[in-house]
């Protein structure tokens, strides 16, 4: 942070005084281009609750706020009820459509449960490596290495999961249990999910762990504890909340995850128990939708302002809570 | 541990298990970091193989798939237009966020009253970093392409979305930067007689580039891989089409990648590899530039 004291100069000078006033006109400069993060958020609302109104009303968002504010009746197309506890969802079906989110919901769901198995043990297990047993020359390669793995963008991600994954993993370990797989299917988005999200959570559980006091390893070491002791009874429960606040972020990430699982798991909508079926997530079906050509004011136009916002509003809150744990870790050690 | 009290002492703790414990938590740590690190190897491996699959049994020549541009015909698809896109779409959007992203983190660093519309400006921040980048691109179709902006699906409204996604990264790594600049710099300014503007063009901001840089040349590379947000503007696999400006029909390298990894015939995902490399090729330039920066300004303000 800057200084308290403003560098307030008094003087009769009218050099002072321009510069002084130039000072106050960067000040405004610089308002503006951080008022611009500010308008982004609007935009992003904005257009989301307009259209997602458009789908559920067949209204503008204003006329239908006004309806609802002035206690007249608002005919509602499609009913929350069926959006969220329908019977299924097949937005252009010419007869009978579909308008449950259920399904969608539920391939998220299934990807991100199994990417948290891959991501949780394994970038836990890496950020205690990382801050407790590694040497300063592992270290030195490690580090590099899961900031690469996180670069890799995740079109190669589902590259590698339809190339490698499904082919060499997912279809003898399918073939042993005596199923059918597809090119497609839940396993492999959420094994290569799981992948692109170790670093996120052995990065920030790393940070956490190291900013554990080393007063509380030398305690614990002086009562004859081993590093086992202290990695696992002392330095994991001291962190907590920063590694929790990592799960958060990954789980975060994978539910907002698209190319990768719209490659590896599918475009069929179902409510599956099998990880080798395909599926189709909030954000694999967004992709569909709009490369089907989705005529603008159709329902299924509409349908992906919907999914759109209820995605927007899943990982606003794991975001908000996640930004919650990260300040009470920053505020326990200071 | 031989004299009798201490063998009382510790008479129920077998030592040797405890070690035993901890060497085998120690080997288990290990491999788990060395798995990612697997994963990555098996990963790069895996295009290149596929890549030079490409070049040995399908005969596709380096110099003609950089040369030619995408075509329905596997035989004579090209990254050319594809990549002439993906690097017009990263220029345009380094331009419109490097100056915002920069100047906002300058307000929010040297500036910013601790006021509440400057938290919450801040935690508003930090939710746009975590917003999915599909989210951008919809946001753009809607108000862009459909909305009361029609500007259709050109390559300026492809480079904005990928602006919405990078600015917060931007704004996030230049106020890390700046941060990193001692205060001890500033007072030494201010001292002389400078005004607080002029402390943070002449000194503040000299001192941060390079870390601005390197932030910035990442957040670029992140760019520079998205696929979802263009895929949702319109951005099309490039049929015979090289764009010339802003104003043409958007396409990328990425979403060009995400076609040919659909379709059915083996050419065409030896095609993807290929491409793949390409993308993985300048995405290491780019890292290795940001690493350059680095270690060469590192230590100068320490």
New interface residues.
């Given amino acids: 942070m800057s200084t308290d004291t403003d560098p307030e100069i008094t003087s009769a000078d009218g050099r002072v005084a321009a510069d002084q006033r130039r000072d106050r006109l960067v000040q405004g400069g610089l308002f503006l281009c951080i008022s611009f993060t500010l308008l982004t958020t609007l935009a992003i609302f904005w257009v989301l609750f307009n259209e997602a109104t458009h789908f559920f009303f067949d209204g503008r968002f204003s006329d239908v706020v006004v309806s609802l504010l002035t206690g007249e009746s608002v005919s509602q197309r499609i009913t929350f009820v069926e959006f969220f506890a329908g019977e299924r969802w097949d937005v252009t079906h010419s007869i009978n459509p579909g308008y449950w989110v259920g399904p969608l919901v539920w391939g998220t769901f299934l990807i991100t449960v199994g990417a948290a198995f891959v991501s949780i043990p394994i970038g836990t297990l890496t950020a205690l490596y990382l801050s407790e047993y590694a040497s300063q020359d592992v270290r030195k390669y490690l580090k590099p290495g899961l900031e690469i793995l996180a670069g890799i963008p995740t079109i190669v991600y589902g590259f590698f999961a339809i190339s490698f994954i499904t082919p060499w993993l997912i279809r003898p370990a399918a073939e042993l249990l005596g199923v059918q797989t597809r090119s497609a299917n839940v396993a492999a988005g959420a094994i290569v999910v799981g992948i692109m999200t170790i670093p996120i959570v052995a990065s920030i559980s790393e940070d956490a762990m190291s900013s554990v006091p080393d007063d509380l390893r030398n305690g614990a070491y002086a009562l004859g504890a081993t590093k086992f002791d202290v990695s696992l009874g002392v330095v994991l429960p001291a962190s907590v909340s920063g590694v929790f606040a990592a799960y958060i972020l990954a789980i975060s990430r994978a539910i907002g995850e698209t190319m990768a699982v719209t490659i590896a798991a599918g475009f069929t909508p179902q409510i599956a128990f099998s990880p080798f079926v395909e599926i189709q997530t909030m954000t694999a079906y967004m992709v569909d939708a709009v490369r089907g050509e989705a005529v603008v004011g159709s329902i299924r136009y509409q349908s992906l302002f919907a999914v759109g916002l209820l995605l927007f509003i899943i990982t606003l809150v794991m975001n908000l809570l996640n930004n919650k744990l990260k300040e009470r870790y920053r505020e326990e050690y200071r | 541990m031989s004299t009798p009290p201490m063998d009382e002492l510790f008479g129920d703790i077998d030592l040797e298990w405890?070690?035993r414990?901890?060497r085998a938590?120690?080997s288990?740590?290990?491999l788990?970091?060395i798995?990612?690190?697997a994963?990555?190897a098996?990963?790069i491996a895996?295009?290149l193989w596929?890549a030079y699959r490409g070049v040995s049994e399908y005969d596709i020549g380096i110099i003609h798939f950089i040369t030619s541009t995408g075509s329905v015909n596997p035989d004579r698809a090209g990254m050319y237009g594809a990549l002439v896109g993906s690097v017009l779409l990263i220029v345009l959007a380094s331009i419109m966020t490097f100056?915002?992203?920069v100047?906002?983190a300058?307000?929010?660093?040297?500036?910013a009253p601790d006021t509440r519309l400057v938290r919450?400006?801040d935690?508003?921040?930090?939710?746009?970093a975590?917003?999915?980048?599909?989210?951008?691109g919809?946001?753009c179709?809607?108000?862009l392409i459909?909305?009361p902006l029609d500007l259709g699906r050109i390559i300026l409204v492809g480079a904005i979305a990928l602006a919405?996604v990078v600015?917060?990264i931007i704004?996030v790594s230049a106020m890390e930067a700046l941060?990193a600049v001692p205060?001890s710099v500033?007072?030494g300014s201010?001292a002389i007689?400078?005004?607080?503007?002029?402390?943070i063009r002449r000194v503040v901001l000299p001192a941060a580039m390079p870390g601005i840089m390197t932030g910035t040349i990442?957040a670029i590379?992140?760019a520079?891989?998205?696929?979802?947000p263009l895929?949702?503007v319109?951005a099309i696999a490039s049929a015979r089409h090289v764009p010339t400006g802003p104003f043409d029909d958007i396409t990328a390298l990425?979403v060009t990648?995400?076609d040919w990894?659909?379709r059915f015939q083996d050419q065409f995902?030896v095609l993807?590899?290929m491409g793949?490399v390409g993308?993985?090729v300048v995405?290491l330039g780019m890292?290795m530039v940001a690493i350059y920066i680095r270690s060469r300004y590192e230590k100068e303000l320490s």
């Fill in positions: 405890e070690h414990k901890n938590f120690r288990l740590c290990f788990s970091s798995l990612g690190l994963a990555l098996l990963l895996d295009v596929e100056f915002i992203g100047g906002a300058i307000y929010l660093e040297e500036y919450l400006i935690a508003n921040l930090a939710n746009l975590g917003v999915p980048s599909v989210v951008y919809l946001v179709f809607g108000l459909n909305g919405l600015l917060p704004i941060r205060d500033r007072n201010y007689g400078a005004t607080r503007w002029q402390t990442l590379a992140n520079w891989g998205q696929t979802a895929l949702m319109g990425t990648i995400f990894a659909f995902h993807a590899a793949i993308l993985l995405l890292n």
